[in-house]
């Protein structure tokens, strides 16, 4: 089958990339320029050399009818790409508008253009389009699920921190993939799939001072080693197993038409410099050791405010990696990436 994929520049998207060359499906990857597309050719001889991979240039995913010939002749579209930087200058133009522009605009396209072939739209959309709170601490006094909708206003977003925009760019992104479906009732499914933050090895193009925003947590709190939040508690999810999901919401029954939170459970700063410490003391005897997720997780009292069940029963066969393999391959890569540098 063949696919579109957006955003395979990103840290998401070129996990997903991968994921889509290991089950064996052939790529249109749209980005941003030509150049872009060099990194990816060399990382991927194989799918270059067997034709498994093309890229189409969509220079701004904003413009009306971007996806007009992007979307031609494929089965699915994976729509990863959306701004996630926090060094913005206009919240509006920076965040709130390519994520909702880019996601409409590619449904819009389809709808014209490719309406008879393309079954599935999977979108990666966010856990900040579920969670409502104004401080990311889960607590446990609500739990979250696939039911629950983040407040923030679009308004609200054009005079908060950038913080706040990025979390309503994804929720008015989401809105609108099914604001679409509903008025548009179109011939393919949307999966939509709400990853909280995501850690995890990096594929794409990038140095020690590029890491991208997720994992810059990990190199930060590697690096100071501080906690700046002892009662942090959230929800995590490993890059791999996040790819795996997307490819695998593909002609899935359970998938069509859902949103999923996809994580297996909790992280913490504190965890978070544990295991940085224990790496750092230890290296690869501790790598290797056994695996303490549990007990860290427990002593920070990281548990609790999430329903994760809804991404288990649609994904059976995803076996998550376990927390501290995804702290760890995280730290080992940036630690490598800083010694480069
Ligand atoms: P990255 O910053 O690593 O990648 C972002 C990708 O989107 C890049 O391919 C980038 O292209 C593309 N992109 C960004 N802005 C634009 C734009 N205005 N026009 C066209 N392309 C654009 O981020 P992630 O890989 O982490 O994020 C990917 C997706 O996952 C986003 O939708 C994000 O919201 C979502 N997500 C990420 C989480 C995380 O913890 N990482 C958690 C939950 C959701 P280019 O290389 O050209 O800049």
């Keep these: 089958p063949k696919v579109l994929l957006t955003g395979s520049t990103g840290f998401i998207g070129a996990a997903v990339l991968r994921e889509l060359f290991d089950k064996d499906y052939t790529v249109r990857a749209a980005i941003r320029s030509e150049s872009k597309s060099e990194y ?3 990382k991927h001889p194989e799918a270059v050399a067997n034709g498994q991979l093309s890229f189409i240039i969509v220079p701004d995913i904003t413009a009306p009818g971007a996806f ?3 979307v031609k002749g494929v089965d699915y ?10 060094n913005v200058e206009d919240n509006e133009k920076d965040l709130l508008i390519p994520a909702r522009e880019g996601t409409l605009g590619v449904l819009r396209s389809i709808q014209t253009n490719a309406k008879d072939t393309v079954k599935q739209v999977v979108i990666t959309a966010s856990f900040a389009s579920v969670f409502d709170e104004p401080v990311y601490n889960l ?7 696939e039911s629950v909708w ?3 206003t679009w308004e609200e977003a054009l005079v908060n921190p950038p913080g706040y925009a990025y979390a309503t760019s994804k929720l008015v992104a ?3 993939a099914w604001d679409f479906a509903e008025s548009e009732k179109p011939n393919f499914t949307i999966t939509v799939l709400n ?3 995501v850690f995890g090895p990096m594929y794409q193009d990038v140095t020690a001072s590029t890491i991208n925003t997720s994992n810059k947590i990990i190199q930060d709190l590697n690096k100071s ?3 700046p939040d002892p009662t942090h508690n959230f929800i995590e999810v490993d890059v791999r197993d996040l790819a795996y999901a997307h490819v695998a919401a593909l002609g899935n029954p359970k998938a069509q038409n859902q949103r999923i939170i996809v994580s297996p459970g909790h992280f913490s700063y504190g965890s978070i410099i544990e295991i940085c410490k224990k790496f750092k003391a230890e290296g690869e005897t501790y790598a290797k050791g056994p695996d303490d997720s549990a007990e860290l997780l427990k002593k920070e009292n990281a548990i609790g405010g999430a329903n994760l069940s809804k991404v288990k029963d649609v994904f059976p066969d995803l076996k998550f990696h376990c927390y501290k393999d995804t702290i760890v391959d995280t730290v080992r890569q940036i630690t490598e990436l800083e010694a480069a540098a």
């Design 40 to 42: 990816i050719k060399a």
């Design 68 to 70: 007009d010939e992007a």
């Design 77 to 86: 579209v994976l729509h990863v790409a959306s701004p996630f930087v926090m």
């Design 139 to 145: 607590t446990g006094d609500k739990v979250y699920d």
């Design 150 to 152: 983040c407040k923030n």
């Design 174 to 176: 989401e809105k609108a």
């Design 195 to 197: 990853p909280p933050f």
């Design 225 to 227: 080693l501080e906690n």
